[in-house]
Structure formats: structure tokens, C-alpha cells
């Protein structure tokens, strides 16, 4: 079992930034694929980003792609969510995810029903 715990959620400006955090315990973590979702106000939740277990292959979707940066600290068990330039439409509740056998890339990682484990979410409310 793995268990996740999302940080680093706030209120910010439109243009600002914030950093999530996502800690893992629990079974090894260096050798999941970790992505980011989020779940806007009405809205379905949607793939963010995701790293490969060595941190070499990162993905994005397109909506967040140049102002978001996913990276992961191997030693410290966590996954990094990067946000810059920061927009009122990425207000959401993210969650973070770990994939114990991610079998490609963006096609697989960018789907959720893929993830084995799943973190409580944290808000982000970017005002305009």
C-alpha cells in the first residue's frame, strides 16, 4: 500500500505561482510513474502532468504545458508540481497518483483509471 499526501494548495494572483508537493510512504517509490490531475468546480477530473520513475520522460497536457514543471526527488519520496503564470481557470482541487506499472508514455500515464493509488487532493484558487 501506498499512501499520498498533497501540500503546498492555496490562494494565489492570477501570474503568481505555487509549488505542490505530493509525499509518498509505504512501498518503494522510485520505481512508480507519478502523475498530477486535477478536478475543476463542474468539471470531470483531467490529467495535469506525469514523470517516469527516473525522472527522464515528463508529460504534459497541452493546457499547462510551458507554465507547469513536474519533477521528483527519488530520496525524499516526492513529487513536485511546479505552477507558473498561474491562470483563474486552473483553480481545481489537484491530486497527486502513483502507477505501480506504467506500461507507456502519455497515452497511458494521461489516463487515470491507470493509477493504483491516489492522495486526498489540495485546492488551488487562482483569482483575477
Known amino acids: 500500500q501506498v499512501q499520498l499526501v498533497e501540500s503546498g494548495g492555496g490562494l494565489v494572483q492570477a501570474g503568481g505561482s505555487l509549488r505542490l508537493s505530493c509525499a509518498a510512504s509505504g512501498r518503494p517509490f522510485s520505481s512508480y510513474a507519478m502523475g498530477w490531475f486535477r478536478q475543476r468546480p463542474g468539471k470531470e477530473r483531467e490529467f495535469v502532468a506525469a514523470i517516469w520513475w527516473s525522472g527522464g520522460n515528463t508529460y504534459y497536457a497541452e493546457s499547462v504545458k510551458g507554465r507547469f514543471t513536474i519533477s521528483r526527488d527519488n530520496a525524499k519520496n516526492t513529487v513536485y508540481l511546479q505552477m507558473n503564470s498561474l491562470k483563474p481557470e486552473d483553480t481545481a482541487v489537484y491530486y497527486c497518483?502513483?502507477?505501480?506499472?506504467?506500461?507507456?508514455?502519455?497515452?497511458?500515464?494521461?489516463?487515470?483509471?491507470?493509477?493504483?493509488?491516489w492522495g486526498q487532493g489540495t485546492q488551488v484558487t487562482v483569482s483575477s
Open positions: 497518483a502513483a502507477d505501480e506499472r506504467p506500461l507507456g508514455g502519455s497515452s497511458w500515464l494521461g489516463r487515470e483509471t491507470n493509477y493504483d493509488y
